[in-house]
């Protein structure tokens, strides 16, 4: 029964999780609110505040689960993809608790582990299932063969479903992140009130960058076009007041669209597949509209739908540990020279 240590730090969430014999004990995860006022994550922000909440956050993920230093078998790190100074603070804190314990390392890629949350709970998709990854960074359909065999099958030609959330929050003039806004304030609107253009992209990939734009014309001709026109062109305040006017409609024809572009290639994915057991992760799995349509698209066409709990869809701690528990039993150690990375597929 392994006990293991698992630490996340690839973006601006610093997390310690622990897991033993595959159930989740414990998962802390510290956020970083220092990067709002700059609209976006500052790197070396980022580095700096992980540097301060690790020793904090990994104590009571351990205190929590009522473990002592003494009885982990395995500490695990995220090593791909993120910031690289922010990654480098999990690894090298991962590294030196294993050499002073004299215990495994264990190197977990952060897509897999954002597939293999959908593994924490009782309820658990069969093998081979189909996970929709949507994050900051990601868009990506994957069949998920083995916990260690994922194939994807579909991605993001541009920006990511968890960005054009962020970047249409912006062009709102909301705060960062701007996902979870949109998703509060498009609960109380109407959803068909403004249509906004689904791209049409080959195979089963993703665009978002259109969406971008459209809602940059829309908002620029106050809401009379979707089209760029010179002599439609808004001025300043005319923009504000129409945005405040309408700001949960808009926020609601935006989010409906994401969800619809997301779904349309995700059920599209399951039918050529032929695959029924469906899962999402991510961030963006956190929006409550893609929870509640992909459950409604599961019932109408007889797919078994499976949702992480909120605390497992962004980062966090316990989906690494959960990864590491079955990197472990396959024994799947690293050595204490292993290298972090930016990108990287699984
Ligand atoms: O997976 P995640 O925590 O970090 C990355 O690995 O990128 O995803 C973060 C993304 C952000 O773009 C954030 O705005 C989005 O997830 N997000 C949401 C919601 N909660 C987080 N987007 C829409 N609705 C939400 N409720
Ligand atoms: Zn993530």
């Known amino acids: 029964m392994p006990v293991i240590l698992a630490i996340e730090s690839s973006c601006d969430e610093t997390s310690a999780s622990v897991c033993a014999d595959g159930k989740i004990l414990s998962n802390h995860i510290a956020s970083q609110a220092v990067h709002e006022k700059y609209g976006g994550v500052v790197p070396e922000l980022a580095s700096r505040a992980h ?29 791909a993809p993120g910031l690289i100074g922010s990654l480098l603070v999990g690894a090298q804190f991962a590294k030196s608790l294993a050499a002073a314990l004299n215990k495994p390392l264990i190197a977990v890629h952060h897509m897999q582990a954002h597939v293999l949350a959908n593994l924490i709970p009782e309820r658990r998709p069969s093998f081979p299932f189909l996970c929709l990854t949507v994050s900051g960074g990601h868009t990506q359909i994957v069949v998920c063969h083995s916990p260690s065999k994922l194939e994807v099958i579909g991605e993001t030609i541009d920006d990511a479903a968890g960005e054009a959330f962020d970047k249409s929050a912006k062009i709102l003039g909301l705060p960062y992140p701007g996902g979870p806004l949109i998703d ?38 106050a809401g009379t076009s979707l089209l760029y026109k010179e002599e439609f062109q808004a001025n300043t305040e005319e923009r504000k007041a129409f945005i405040d006017n309408n700001l949960f409609d808009i926020c609601a024809s935006i989010q409906s669209r994401i969800v619809s572009i997301l779904l349309n290639k995700y059920d599209k994915a399951a039918r050529q597949t032929g695959i029924k057991d469906l899962c999402i992760a991510g961030g963006v799995s956190a929006n409550s509209g893609l929870r509640k349509a992909f459950k409604e698209m599961g019932d109408k066409n007889g797919y078994n739908t499976f949702i992480p709990a909120f605390e497992y869809c962004t980062d966090n701690a316990a989906m690494i540990a959960i990864t590491a528990y079955y990197k472990f039993l396959e024994k799947d150690f690293v050595s204490l020279d292993v290298d972090v990375s930016a990108r990287g597929s699984f």
């Open 184 to 221: 509060k304030y498009a609960q109380q609107g109407d959803a068909n009130r403004f249509k906004f253009p689904e791209p049409r992209i080959a195979d089963l990939n993703f665009s978002f960058s259109g969406l971008k734009t459209a809602i940059l014309y829309f908002l620029q001709n």
């Open 51 to 79: 540097m301060q909440h690790i020793v904090p956050v990994v104590d009571l993920a351990l205190k929590e689960a009522g473990i002592e230093l003494a009885a982990i078998d395995a500490i695990a790190f995220t090593r």
